[in-house]
């Protein structure tokens, strides 16, 4: 059974029980179909936080290796809950590389420290577009909570009742934390377009 | 209200749906970035692992090496606190009195305190002594009556002492 995905740029994507089914069969065509199915979501999680394309390959490479690992031992027992397990592991190995790059990242020397200009489109990911690099600059001041509930729902297309099983929250919490991410990210945006308003007008006068 | 009704976007307040649709459009953005061939290599480094024919990373045995500068924060608080500790013991050593003193140096101190007391008692008493004239003449008696007695002792024959022997007898 195939089922179209919200991208409508990709084809049609297989069944998940189907898939999922064939996968603990050891089936190669299913494993295919998982990767379709869950290969972009997990890239774009990643990327969400690292926005390094090759490192978000990197994780996306490892999540599938540990969830293809896990189902051969015997580790995985279908309940429903693919989805949920699934990110589950993408959110722990992102988190493991966020801390291993935050370390690896502390200059030691003051010499090689270098100054960011936090208002520069994303270098790693070419963005040029303005409106674009000042919606990531939002999410990524948002609290780790809020930003992990958006970028489950935005990214990796999760939905509300799968993020709360995610998260081991009432499906209320997760939705309240939704709307209060959307305002705080709102007003985000607001505030920066007034700032970027008066640098323009003190730049004139 | 049913899951597809929870996630569809009509739900979400006016206010708040443009920075919704911003946040879809972004995220189909991050998924459609991929490069080309992603999911070929995707699944051409996982598929054996879903069938153990890869085996899994190789434990890396990670040697922690500390840097030069913590050597040196390390040996220099050693050797702080070995001072520390050093100078603590040789000063506790070299300070403190003894609590109960040996019996033989406390005997000596006693004997030491009774000669010395006698001594100055001698002393006076000799000064005393020769410059008293009294004292002297008593002395001079004494003498006389000392040789009264050895006279009388020398009197005192065999005969008179064969005599009481025999009465014993």
């Known amino acids: 059974m195939w089922v179209m995905t919200d991208d409508s740029t990709g084809p049609p994507a297989p069944d ?20 379709r199915l869950y290969g972009r979501r997990v890239f774009a999680l990643a990327k969400s936080r690292c926005r390094d394309d090759e490192l978000a390959e990197e994780i996306t490479q490892s999540v599938f290796v540990t969830v293809a690992s896990t189902i051969q031992r015997g580790g995985y027992a279908e309940q429903g809950k693919f989805e949920s397990w699934l990110f589950r592991i993408a959110m722990n190995r992102l988190r493991d ?28 990911s070419n963005e040029t577009d303005p409106e674009v690099s000042l919606l990531r ?11 992990e509930v958006v970028e489950l729902r935005h990214h990796a297309q999760m939905s509300f009742k799968t993020i709360a099983e995610h998260l081991g929250q009432p499906l209320g919490t997760v939705l309240a934390r939704h709307h209060r991410a959307l305002r705080k990210l709102k007003e985000l945006i607001e505030n920066a377009r007034v700032d970027s308003a008066r640098e323009i007008e003190g730049g004139e006068s | 209200m049913s899951d597809n009704a929870l996630n569809n976007p009509s739900n979400t307040p006016e206010d708040l749906r443009a920075t919704e649709a911003r946040l879809e459009r972004l995220g189909h953005m991050e998924r459609a970035s991929v490069r080309p061939g992603f999911e070929d290599r995707l699944v051409a480094a996982t598929a054996g692992h879903l069938k153990g024919l890869e085996a899994d990373a190789p434990v890396v045995l990670a040697t922690i090496r500390p ?13 702080v606190v070995g001072a520390g500790v050093i100078g603590s013991v040789w000063l506790a050593g070299r300070g403190t009195t ?14 030491e305190t009774d000669l010395a007391s006698v001594n100055s008692e001698l002393a006076s008493l000799m000064t005393e002594g020769e410059n008293s004239v009294a004292v002297s003449d008593e002395f001079s008696a004494l003498e006389s009556e000392l040789a009264a007695l050895e006279t009388e002792l020398s009197d005192f024959g065999w005969d008179e002492f064969d005599g009481l022997l025999e009465e014993s007898l």
Do not use: C, K, Y
């Not at chain 2, 609590?99 to 101190?109: M, T």
């Open chain 1, 16 to 35: 998940v029980a189907g898939v999922l089914a064939g996968v603990l069969r050891g089936d190669d065509v299913a494993w295919r179909d998982l990767v």
């Open chain 1, 137 to 147: 600059r939002s999410i990524s001041e948002l609290g780790d909570a809020d930003r």
């Open chain 2, 98 to 111: 003894p609590v109960n003193p040996p019996q033989e140096l406390a005997a000596n101190d006693s004997i």
């Open chain 1, 97 to 124: 590389e966020m801390r291993r790059r935050s370390r690896q990242a502390e200059p030691t020397d003051p010499s090689t420290m270098v100054v960011t200009d936090t208002h520069a489109p994303d270098a790693a």
């Open chain 2, 67 to 79: 840097s030069r500068a913590r050597v040196f924060r390390l040996a220099a608080s050693i050797a």
